[in-house]
């Protein structure tokens, strides 16, 4: 017998919603109007839930992000 693997759990976002994360965080966010240079996770997911209704996790943008190659600027505190 052979035992029937489901793969995992599925993903929560689907491609659409990815792209547009990878999307957003690869465009500068003065084009957006907003009064910061780089994106942080945290203003990056305060964003996408402001303009785009995607209300998603810093952890799930920064494993999509790292996923896709796309670098974002790390918050110093």
Same mark, same amino acid.
């Given at each position: 017998?052979?035992?029937?693997?489901?793969?995992?759990?599925?993903?929560?976002?689907?491609?659409?919603?990815?792209?547009?994360?990878?999307?957003?965080?690869?465009?500068?966010?003065?084009?957006?109007? &907003?009064?910061?240079?780089?994106?942080? &996770?945290?203003?990056?997911?305060?964003? &996408?839930?402001?303009?785009?209704?995607?209300?998603i996790?810093?952890?799930?943008?920064?494993q999509? &992000?790292?996923?896709?190659?796309?670098?974002?600027?790390?918050?110093?505190?």
């Amino acid at each position: 017998m052979d035992p029937k693997w489901s793969g995992g759990r599925p993903r929560r976002f689907g491609p659409y919603v990815r792209q547009l994360i990878c999307r957003v965080a690869r465009t500068p966010p003065q084009q957006a109007g &907003l009064p910061f240079t780089n994106w942080s &996770l945290t203003k990056l997911v305060e964003h &996408l839930g402001e303009q785009h209704r995607v209300v998603i996790s810093a952890e799930s943008v920064r494993q999509i &992000l790292r996923g896709a190659g796309v670098r974002w600027q790390a918050s110093k505190t």
